[in-house]
């Protein structure tokens, strides 16, 4: 069974950087790719980019080119999103999702990070 | 707005049979594999359905899904009350080269 756990809730000043970590465990194998998707308060799921860990290739939404960075370490199968520029409207609990066969939607995901913007 | 669509809500009383939509705005393309997400209160979203119709292991088989063209649905029979909870449809966008999802239905038992 594959699980991914992240890293905690965090608390930034607008125009600060968050960095959120994903470990995967229970799968050895690193042709999979992990989106993040985030939830703001009350709404619905928003995809933000997909990276493989085979090879390190990503894919933003269009609406987080140049703000996102998006890494991953195979050798402890971690996965990487840092947000810059951060605005109130960031708000949001962010996801780490596996997809663990190409061309289909995430399969499991992490417990999620709240990440809250406010000065 | 979202690439899928599916009704805001839907709701059912213990027992009955219940059953959400999701259909592509653009009714010219079909629907790759879609996957359903079920997500309780204050909780992650639970992969619930994979591959249209596949039940993860542990789900039980009150819950089955279909797809039929450029339309998906999940059905759940013999409803229950920890059914209560937020469920997401999900299939692969090939333009954009990434997943897209349903704005969510909020299932109430009532």
């Known amino acids: 069974q594959v699980h991914l756990v992240q890293s905690g809730a965090e608390v930034k000043k607008p125009g600060a950087s968050v960095k959120v970590s994903c470990k995967a465990s229970g799968y050895t194998d690193t042709s999979y790719a992990i989106s993040w998707v985030r939830q703001a308060p009350g709404q619905g799921l928003e995809w933000m980019g997909w990276?493989?860990?085979?090879?390190?290739?990503?894919n933003f939404a269009q609406k987080f080119q140049g703000r996102v960075t998006m890494t991953t370490d195979t050798s402890t199968s971690t996965a990487y999103m840092e947000l810059r520029s951060l605005r109130s409207d960031d708000t949001a609990v962010y996801y780490c999702?596996?997809?663990?066969?190409?061309?289909?939607?995430?399969?499991?995901w992490g417990q999620g990070t709240l990440v809250t913007v406010s000065s | 707005q979202s690439v899928l669509t599916q009704p805001p809500s839907a709701s059912g009383t213990p027992g009955q049979r219940v059953t959400i939509s999701c259909s592509r705005s653009s009714s010219n393309v079909g629907l790759n594999i879609v996957n359903w997400y079920q997500q309780l209160p204050g909780a992650a979203p639970k992969l619930l359905m994979y591959?249209?119709?596949q039940r993860p292991s542990g789900v039980p088989d009150r819950f089955s899904g279909s797809k039929s063209g450029t339309s998906a649905s999940l059905a759940i029979s013999g409803l229950q009350s920890e059914d209560e909870a937020d469920y997401y449809c999900a299939t692969w966008d090939d333009t954009l080269d990434a997943p897209v999802f349903g704005g969510g239905t909020r299932l109430t038992v009532l």
């Open positions: 990276i493989s860990a085979y090879n390190g290739d990503t």
């Open positions: 591959y249209d119709d």
């Open positions: 999702a596996i997809q663990m066969e190409t061309l289909v939607p995430p399969d499991y």
